[in-house]
């Protein structure tokens, strides 16, 4: 489990986006099609996702949380990861 001072990479409703990964999973493994999401909103929850998956990593490989938090600030794409989570998978109407 993620050190609770670890790095946030999910703005906003972290429950939100794991009903919304949830249903994508479900849908896509069922359906075969995500008809309840757009694109963008897949692609934020597939990112978010391997964000959480590598900071996890980094944490039981003993990484310290402040070394962990200066990469999100600092690494480009988990910047930018935390920007589309911010924009699409934030509160609803916030």
Wanted: charged content about 25%; overall charge neutral.
């Amino acid at each position: 489990m993620a050190d609770p001072s670890s790095p946030v990479v999910i703005p906003g409703d972290v429950a939100r986006w794991a009903r919304r990964a949830t249903r994508a999973r479900n849908d896509l493994a069922h359906e075969g099609r995500a008809p309840s999401h757009r694109d963008e909103e897949l692609i934020a929850v597939v990112e978010v996702t391997t964000a959480v998956v590598i900071l996890n990593l980094l944490h039981e490989l003993g990484l310290p949380a402040d070394r962990q938090r200066e990469i999100a600030r600092e690494h480009p794409q988990l910047k930018a990861t935390s920007r589309a989570a911010h924009a699409y998978l934030g509160t609803p109407g916030g």
